[in-house]
Antibody, heavy 121, light 107 residues
Framework: EVQLVESGGGLVQPGGSLRLSCAAS????????MNWVRQTPGKGLEWLSF????????PYADSVNGRFTISRDNAKNSLYLQMNSLRDEDTAVYFC??????????????WGQGTLVTVSS | DIQMTQSPSSLSASVGDRVTITCRAS??????VAWYQQKPGKGPKSLIY???SLQSGVPSRFSGSGSGTDFTLTISSLQPEDFATYYC?????????FGGGTKVEIK
């Protein structure tokens, strides 16, 4: 059974940093691309970043480019999101999601349950 | 960026009803649309990919159609476990973008 479990969320002050983790199990993690997506009541679902299986490709959404860094450790079956220079508007539930390849394109076939990040002074 | 406009934002329906949700892309995206179901406190669940392909394990009462800019998710006979929020998503190009969601509530 595919499982994705996020952790690392919490309360952080504006300008601070936080590192999220996503522990993967039930599949060969090193062969799948992975993503971070966040959700807020106001903006809905927002894709943040993708990382290819070999970490060679890492596109970002404009809203987080230069502040957030996606990475992975295939030996540990883990995905990470380093979040720096956090702002109030980064308050959200953060999900990791697996990419599945189909006919040249990738969609999300499994999601974690999410971890809440609150940015507030 | 490709905008995904989903409608309606909410609907009330009864068990056994046929439900249709639509999604319009701001530009042509071929068939690169996915649909997800989300229940409170949970991550989204994949239902449909490539506009009309059913994700493994998803009941056949769910179906998707469309191509280009207009897409539809249909639930042929609404079941109690289907009351949830549904999202469309385009994966034709970065940034990947989602519709605003449709909350399906019990009438």
């Amino acid at each position: 059974e595919v499982q994705l479990v996020e952790s690392g969320g919490g309360l952080v002050q504006p300008g601070g940093s936080l590192r999220l983790s996503c522990a993967a199990s039930g599949f060969t993690f090193s062969t799948f691309g992975m993503n971070w997506v966040r959700q807020t009541p106001g903006k809905g679902l927002e894709w943040l970043s993708f990382i290819s299986s070999n970490s060679a490709s890492t596109p970002y959404a404009d809203s987080v480019n230069g502040r957030f860094t996606i990475s992975r450790d295939n030996a540990k079956n883990s995905l990470y999101l380093q979040m720096n220079s956090l702002r109030d508007e980064d308050t959200a539930v953060y999900f990791c999601a697996r990419s599945r390849y189909y006919n040249g394109w990738y969609y999300f076939d499994y999601w974690g349950q999410g971890t809440l990040v609150t940015v507030s002074s | 960026d490709i905008q995904m406009t989903q409608s309606p934002s909410s609907l009330s329906a009864s068990v056994g009803d046929r439900v249709t949700i639509t999604c319009r892309a701001s530009q042509g995206i071929s068939s690169w649309v996915a649909w997800y179901q989300q229940k409170p406190g949970k991550g989204p669940k994949s239902l449909i990919y490539a506009a009309s392909s059913l994700q493994s394990g998803v009941p056949s009462r769910f179906s998707g159609s469309g191509s280009g800019t207009d897409f539809t998710l249909t639930i042929s006979s609404l079941q109690p476990e289907d009351f949830a929020t549904y999202y469309c998503q385009q994966y034709k190009s970065y940034p990947l973008t989602f519709g605003g969601g449709t909350k399906v509530e019990i009438k």
